[in-house]
């Protein structure tokens, strides 16, 4: 299995005939091409033209975060997979109001789903979250009311925020305090983490993508514009609740990320190298998780799931089948 190369060091990336290796401060590393899918780079690296041959020869994506973590920008080597029918079919059902809000729907109705399962997880648990269930599912109801997809996000936005009060009510530690979301930059520590998981889920979705036959720049509920890619925010929605908060509900209430984590700097509080390879550590853990898949009657991982949903969209657009979101079972 293909796995994600992290490099949180500064240094320089280099060819050598048929490899690839890493120059630090810490010496060479070879890096193993044929079991590399992608690559995060977290720190400061020198790269070069015939680098990024090799690397669009090997089809391996490579993903930049700057300083306080925030995703910056993808190479994304040419494609091998996309299909010109395809992209037409994606422009077509984007222009068509009525299959691109259905579509979208589908987007926010699977986020809610699984949202729903997190929240009666933690239900069955003790916690006290039935009003904030209730209050989800009456919102929940108005989603196929909705005809444009500003107004359909403005419901998604009002379910999140509702889903977001039951943060304090799930974590045990009171050095993590959820009480709003904020963005750009995030004024607590739970504000990082989930600004810092989102960014990991984005990613790992458009390298998914990547070996689809779809365009990650035609997404349906978040809108084609000047961004360069959109279709992975749509599916990464669906799986936000279920890879993302799970993650962070682990190491907040297992005491695995602490305080010192985190640094203050530029009105925000961002994640420490440390923090940072906490997180990326127990991310890489969940994407290789199996679960029993219900419909193929095997188990898959994670990672294959954000596989398969784009696969089942792109049968959705070829009329072969309508989608249907991933929901969790547990």
């Avoid at 005939?17 to 070879?30: D, I, M, V």
């Avoid at 779809?214 to 990464?236: E, K, M, Q, Y």
Wanted: proline share 3%; with cysteine; aromatic share 14%.
């Amino acid at each position: 299995m293909k796995k994600t190369l992290y490099i949180f060091s500064n240094g320089e990336l280099h060819r050598k005939q048929n490899t690839l290796y890493f120059e630090g401060e810490k010496g060479r590393k070879y890096i193993p091409v044929e079991n590399t899918r992608e690559m995060l780079i977290m720190g400061e690296i020198t790269i070069n033209k015939k680098l990024l041959e090799f690397l669009c020869q090997k089809e391996i994506i490579i993903h930049f975060f700057n300083h306080y973590g925030y995703y910056i920008g993808t190479f994304y080597p040419r494609e091998h997979y996309n299909s010109g029918h395809m992209i037409l079919k994606q422009a077509e059902f984007y222009l068509d109001d009525e299959r691109r809000i259905d579509l979208a729907r589908r987007f926010v109705k699977g986020a809610v789903d699984n949202m729903k399962r997190v929240l009666n997880y933690y239900l069955n648990r003790g916690a006290a979250l039935q009003s904030i269930i209730e209050d989800i599912e009456k919102l929940a109801e108005l989603i196929h009311n909705q005809n444009t997809t500003d107004k359909l996000m403005a419901i998604e936005g009002n379910i999140r925020e509702q889903y977001y009060k039951v943060f304090d009510k799930i974590f045990t530690n009171p050095e993590f305090e959820f009480k709003s979301r904020t963005r750009r930059p995030p004024e607590n520590r739970l504000n990082t983490l989930i600004s810092f998981g989102n960014s990991l889920l984005y990613v790992a979705c458009l390298s998914e993508i990547y070996r689809t036959h779809l365009d990650p720049r035609i997404g349906f509920l978040h809108t084609s514009n000047f961004r360069r890619f959109s279709l992975n925010l749509d599916i990464a929605e669906i799986f936000k609740p279920i890879i993302i908060d799970r993650i962070i509900f682990t190491l907040v209430n297992k005491n695995m990320i602490k305080t010192n984590d985190f640094y203050e700097e530029a009105n925000g509080i961002f994640l420490k190298e440390s923090g940072r390879r906490r997180f990326i550590e127990e991310f890489d853990k969940r994407m290789t998780t199996t679960i029993r898949h219900p419909s193929l009657k095997r188990n898959v991982s994670y990672r294959s799931l954000l596989h398969l949903e784009a696969y089942k969209i792109e049968k959705h657009l070829l009329g072969e089948k309508n989608y249907e979101p991933f929901v969790a079972r547990w």
